[in-house]
């Protein structure tokens, strides 16, 4: 799925986009479980999420979707499908392991249609706990979205202006491909 188009809405339709960023991690494994606690700045705030599962990445998707899902029901019809990583071999001739890692996340959403989020630094586990916060990020926003276009299709139908509410409609047709609001209200 092409997540520029719906990008571009968030900056042309939501006021107040969610952002979230890493402030630190740390990870406990085992063998068969990792736990994870992620500091994730959300606005002005600072909250400490913890979570497990099967790896870093498992446990890291399993924390934050716990933690936000409760506001933001659409991300429980998100799946983390896969994860691809490799040293960046563009970035010079002698590639070492001080090189920058390249992550890409794959998720799929209700009706398998797949999208990538990647990132990019020196640390496997940074970038990894970095892109998984950037696609929740991104999931997060599609609901607020889906949300703010919803209300103004419905005031367009309600003022009699079909041809806004066309657009509105096209709109949502694009954001509804992201994943499943059903339960949206």
Request: aromatic share 12%; net charge neutral; charged share 25%.
């Amino acid at each position: 799925m092409n997540t520029d188009i719906i990008v571009q809405y968030f900056k042309e339709f939501l006021t107040n986009q969610k952002s979230l960023e890493l402030v630190s991690y740390q990870l406990l494994e085992e063998p068969g479980t990792s736990k994870i606690e992620i500091s994730v700045k959300d606005g002005d705030s600072i909250s400490t999420i913890t979570g497990t599962g099967v790896g870093m990445i498992d446990a890291g998707f399993n924390s934050l979707v716990g933690h936000y899902s409760a506001e933001f029901g659409s991300l429980n019809t998100i799946a983390l499908e896969d994860v691809y990583f490799q040293i960046d071999h563009k970035a010079r001739r002698d590639v070492s392991f001080k090189s920058k890692m390249e992550m890409k996340l794959e998720f799929s959403n209700h009706c398998k249609d797949r999208t990538w989020f990647s990132g990019r630094t020196k640390s496997l586990g940074y970038t990894g706990i970095t892109v998984l916060i950037n696609a929740i990020e991104f999931y997060i926003n599609c609901e607020l979205l889906f949300k703010r276009v919803k209300f103004l299709f419905n005031d367009a139908e309600k003022r009699k202006r079909p041809d806004v509410a066309s657009k509105y409609k096209y709109v949502l047709s694009k954001i509804v491909e992201v994943t499943n609001y059903q339960t949206i209200a």
